[in-house]
């Protein structure tokens, strides 16, 4: 089965400041990893994915995310937080060995930044 | 750009009606979605499809039902509503391969009373 956590509900960082959202993955085979972000009364956005290669993703706004696979981790990181960077994000997961074609999405970390 | 649409943006229904929410994309995108969204709990999946009158459970189908008959749309059914399926319900589309992301709409906030 393919699972994937969030550790934390909320992340508060003042705005400048560098952030990470962290997540951890389970699978049996290879992961193919994603995050999302999503805005108040919006749907959820694609910001990166991580299917092979480089362990560090480059995405959408800034966002960065460094694949782990001994830790089994993928977290989110930006080096300069904005307040316009406050939303809800998600981290999912989907088993490359299972062949399971929906995705597995974490608990979601809220994301509040201070001016 | 991708457009997945979804029919309603609010619903409110009352307990024991039968519940349509559409969802339809315009990506040709074999892949179709719904998941439900409460807070603390993130996105859970309940049904999917991956070709015309296809489709296969996801973790938490108990008490829906769904229906492909063309390609570009995909019904979530609620054959009769509970209050504890009031919810935000987000309909996905995607293409066949396995490394390709979802396309998400904006979502139905359904409340059931």
């Known amino acids: 089965a393919q699972s994937v956590a969030q550790p934390e509900d909320q992340v508060n960082v003042a705005e400048g400041n560098p952030l990470t959202v962290k997540c951890t993955y389970s699978v049996s085979g290879n992961p193919y990893l994603f995050w999302y972000v999503q805005y108040p009364n919006r749907g959820l956005q694609f910001l990166l994915k991580?299917?092979?290669?480089?362990?560090l993703v480059k995405g959408s706004y800034g966002f960065e995310a460094e694949f782990n696979k001994s830790q089994t981790s993928f977290h989110l990181k930006k080096p300069s937080a904005l307040v316009s960077d406050s939303a809800l994000y998600f981290c999912?997961?989907?088993?490359?060995?299972?062949?399971?074609?929906?995705?597995?999405f974490g608990s979601g970390t809220r994301l509040q930044v201070q001016p | 750009d991708v457009k997945v649409t979804q029919s309603s943006r609010y619903l409110v229904k009352r307990t024991g009606e039968k519940v349509f929410l559409e969802c339809v994309q315009d990506?040709?995108?074999?892949?179709m979605f719904w998941y439900r969204q409460d807070p603390g709990l993130g996105l859970r999946l309940i049904y999917f499809?991956?070709?015309?009158?296809?489709?296969e459970k996801g973790d938490i189908p108990e008490g829906y039902s769904v229906s492909r008959e063309k390609k570009e749309r995909f019904s979530l059914i609620l054959e009769s509503a509970s209050t504890n399926q009031t919810s935000m319900y987000l309909c996905a589309s995607a293409p066949w391969a396995a490394n390709e992301k979802l396309f998400f709409g904006s979502g139905t906030q359904l409340s059931v009373l």
């Open positions: 999912a997961v989907r088993d490359s060995h299972t062949g399971r074609r929906a995705l597995t």
């Open positions: 499809s991956y070709d015309v009158k296809m489709k």
């Open positions: 990506m040709d995108h074999e892949n």
């Open positions: 991580y299917i092979t290669g480089d362990n």
